[in-house]
């Protein structure tokens, strides 16, 4: 049995909702601190990523 099989579908949407606030905050506040370490994320991904599998 799954994780949120065992819960009440109220747990579920509080617990998603609150996912999705974690990691709206997160994208609006690491982009000073962390966008000089990934500046180059997406052109990794599409260019090099297979390289390093």
Do not use: A, C
């Not at 009440?8 to 974690?22: A, G, R, V």
């Not at 997160?26 to 390093?52: A, M, W």
């Amino acid at each position: 049995m799954s994780y949120f099989e065992s819960k009440f579908p109220e747990f579920i949407i509080k617990y998603l909702t609150n996912s999705i606030k974690l990691s709206k905050w997160f994208e609006e506040n690491s982009k000073e601190v962390l966008g000089q370490y990934t500046e180059d994320v997406e052109y990794f991904l599409r260019e090099k990523h297979k390289e390093h599998l």
